[in-house]
């Protein structure tokens, strides 16, 4: 809900989401004088930031359909609460462009972009388009959907392969699948498509060409609704696992500050072309010094902590002042960048097999400080569900170099206890002592091949 005119200040909001992003949010909104309502499943109602919110909702049983995907029963709790807002944090219901329309229709305001750009960029291959119009290079592929696998055959001909079949409506790697010959092609295009009407509710599949070796580099922007965009430099998000980021930092060991003004500066470009409101992320292919853009994710991200490290600025804040209609009140100049930070997602899973964990927190404790920080919302005697994602806990550290930055992350790891569930803490423990981390020669497929040697 745009606010170009008059700026009305939050008295209360609603926090549809849960786990440590629904915690981050309640004590950026507290520290800003903003009461907090947090809407919660029945799995969550001993959850941390339920403890501490000044009011919470039951919005339904544990299953997310029920509950967190519920948009009749957040509205409801948002409606007889009396918020101004609602901020749907991360996952959920954060990228669904229905769910900011009925929250505006319903006269709460909607913490996000506005629902047209949620709707453009959560359609990859309109995504691609759009940003191609507004100047950004991206990954050669087809120029829209791929209705058949002959027609995808045309395609991989003229761009060479290897090549990725993927989800028009996809994220977090599902609904991707690689083809590095002709013989393969089909069978890729069947899953991928199998897969994306599973996840997504939407089969529809583009094909772009497959880089073998790249760095997976996203820039931070924020958009006011008066024209005013700035960017928080690039994170550096190539250590992944199957899609699925582990290891975040920034800035990227593998960029030159020239390659980061330059990123930066089209980046911030392209969304005040775009109109944009609110906190994005726009997310790159980098290799043999080539920038390519392949999705922008319109919400904050869950390694935002470590732009919020280098930089001094919090992006909930600041997200939460945007959608008020305040104006930035700062241009490009002010964003300085401090030193270095990373990030390890600490999961409840088993660090070999990756199975979840959930059950019974025993001990928990985090390690301090200086330029150490810890985003979760476990405690001694909390009981992890088993129905949501299974991140429990952000570590994150700063440093003057890189090198002072993993010594502290060391350390630091070597103080945070959990016990009672089986976490990916050794895994992490383990990365940050090889020689390849340390000198920041990685790309996205270097942790598949170095979990295959452990095996």
């Not at 991928?192 to 997976?216: C, I, Q, T």
């Not at 024209?227 to 994170?235: A, I, K, L, T």
Request: contains cysteine; glycine residues 10%.
């Amino acid at each position: 809900m745009a606010r170009p005119d008059a700026v009305v200040p939050f008295r209360k909001v609603l926090i549809a989401n849960r786990g440590e992003i629904a915690l981050r949010i309640h004590r950026a909104c507290r520290e800003m004088g903003i009461a907090t309502v947090v809407a919660h499943s029945t799995a969550d109602g001993d959850a941390m930031a339920v403890r501490l919110a000044d009011e919470s909702v039951c919005i339904g049983p544990p299953p997310p359909r029920e509950s967190y995907l519920n948009i009749p029963a957040i509205l409801s709790a948002a409606a007889i609460t009396g918020v101004d807002a609602i901020h749907p944090g991360i996952g959920f219901l954060a990228e669904n462009a229905r769910f900011a329309e009925m929250v505006e229709e319903h006269g709460f305001a909607f913490i996000g972009p506005e629902p047209e750009h949620i709707r453009i960029m959560g359609d990859k291959v309109a995504a691609r388009e759009a940003m191609a119009r507004l100047g950004l290079p991206i990954v050669p592929g087809s120029d829209g959907p791929v209705a058949t696998v002959e027609e995808a055959a045309v395609v991989a001909e003229e761009i060479g392969y290897p090549v990725l079949v993927k989800a028009a409506a996809g994220g977090g790697g599902k609904g991707m699948k690689a083809a590095y010959h002709a013989a393969e092609l089909a069978s890729a295009f069947s899953l991928a498509r199998s897969e994306a009407v599973s996840a997504f509710g939407d089969g529809s599949v583009y094909l772009e060409k497959y880089l073998d070796a790249p760095r997976h580099i996203e820039v931070q922007v924020l958009a006011d609704c008066h024209g005013s965009v700035v960017h928080f430099g690039e994170r550096d998000c190539s250590l992944q696992r199957r899609h699925q980021k582990v290891i975040e930092e920034a800035p990227s060991p593998a960029l030159n500050a020239g390659q980061r003004d330059a990123l930066g500066t089209l980046a911030a470009d392209a969304v005040r072309r775009l109109g944009y409101r609110g906190v994005g992320t726009l997310e790159f292919l980098f290799q043999d010094g080539a920038f390519y853009f392949i999705e922008m994710n319109t919400r904050l991200q869950v390694e935002h902590p470590v732009t919020e490290m280098i930089t001094g600025f919090d992006l909930v804040r600041e997200q939460v002042r945007v959608a008020t209609g305040e104006p930035l009140g700062y241009g490009q100049d002010a964003i300085r960048f401090n030193g270095h930070a990373i990030e390890c997602r600490i999961n409840a899973e088993d660090p070999r097999t990756f199975i979840p964990s959930p059950g019974q927190i025993d001990s928990y404790h985090a390690p301090g400080g200086l330029g150490v920080r810890v985003d979760s919302a476990l405690y001694d005697g909390y009981r992890i569900p088993p129905y949501y994602d299974s991140l429990i806990a952000k570590v994150i550290v700063h440093g003057t170099s890189r090198a002072d930055c993993l010594l502290r992350l060391k350390r630091s790891l070597e103080e945070l206890v959990i016990e009672g569930v089986s976490t990916t803490l050794p895994l992490h423990v383990a990365l940050i002592c090889d020689d390849d981390i340390a000198s920041g020669n990685y790309t996205i497929r270097w942790l598949e091949n170095w979990l295959d040697r452990q095996e």
